[in-house]
């Protein structure tokens, strides 16, 4: 079947602007994940959502970004009036349940430049 | 979360075993030890995770020290696919939505 996908691949943006970048996870996995890849590092987490809910946003830099999953299905994370220190690949996972026994399922990434 | 440290890079040759190792001193007994490994340009990739006991799958074997302070992870046969960035990560039993704590990994080049 198909695995976590993330639109789009890349975004070139302007200091300023708002971006969002979208993630589909595996269809019937109710656990969300959004990490943050700056170069050279490991990922990072952002925000995690079990169903439609943010159950853990600890990770959420400031303010400035936000993540919705509407449906339990399809999330997107918001950043509004980005900054050069934005830039870095959004990684997105799922899991078919928090536990810690379940894997998770890491999609491509959005590599995101802020110019 | 209990802390990790693995050595910032690693060689092997095609076909011999790669054996990256992990410290993780600071373990408790509700931890579960976790590798994942990460290609260039793609999203990190699931290997193994284990408790106590020894664990083995298509891909690798876990090897975990009997006072839990630190492990191995064994590909038997590396590839040139193989080439990646490997993480090991400690995560509690009842992590609380099961975030992953990366640190900075073991890059491993499998060479000709």
């Known amino acids: 079947g198909a695995g976590v996908s993330q639109t789009p691949s890349n975004k070139v943006t302007e200091k300023g602007k708002y971006v969002e970048l979208r993630c589909d996870p595996i269809?019937?996995?109710?656990?969300l994940y959004w990490y943050r890849q700056s170069l050279g590092q490991g990922p990072e987490f952002l925000i995690y959502?079990?169903?439609?809910?943010?159950?853990?946003d600890s990770g959420l830099p400031n303010d400035r970004f936000f993540a919705v999953r509407p449906e339990g299905s399809v999330s997107t994370l918001k950043i509004q009036r980005t900054e050069r220190g934005d830039s870095a690949v959004y990684l997105c996972?799922?899991?078919?349940?928090?536990?810690?026994?379940?894997?998770?399922?890491f999609g491509p990434g959005t590599r995101l430049t802020v110019l | 979360d209990a802390k990790t440290t693995q050595p910032p890079s690693m060689d092997c040759a095609e076909g011999r075993a790669a054996n990256l190792p992990c410290n993780h001193s600071?373990?408790?007994?509700?931890?579960?030890v976790y590798w994942y490994r990460q290609i260039h340009s793609q999203g990190p990739q699931y290997i193994i995770h284990?408790?106590?006991n020894n664990e083995t799958n298509e891909m690798a074997s876990l090897i975990i020290t009997e006072d839990r302070k630190s492990s191995t992870l064994i590909l038997p046969h590396a590839t040139l696919r193989d080439t990646a960035v490997y993480y090991c990560?400690?995560?509690?039993?009842?992590?609380?939505?099961?975030?992953?704590?990366f640190g900075q990994g073991t890059e491993l080049s499998v060479k000709p």
């Open positions: 996972a799922s899991s078919s349940s928090p536990s810690s026994y379940n894997e998770q399922f």
């Open positions: 269809s019937g996995h109710t656990a």
């Open positions: 959502f079990q169903g439609t809910g943010a159950a853990d």
């Open positions: 600071t373990i408790s007994g509700n931890e579960y």
């Open positions: 284990g408790l106590k």
């Open positions: 990560i400690v995560r509690a039993i009842y992590n609380q939505g099961g975030k992953l704590i």
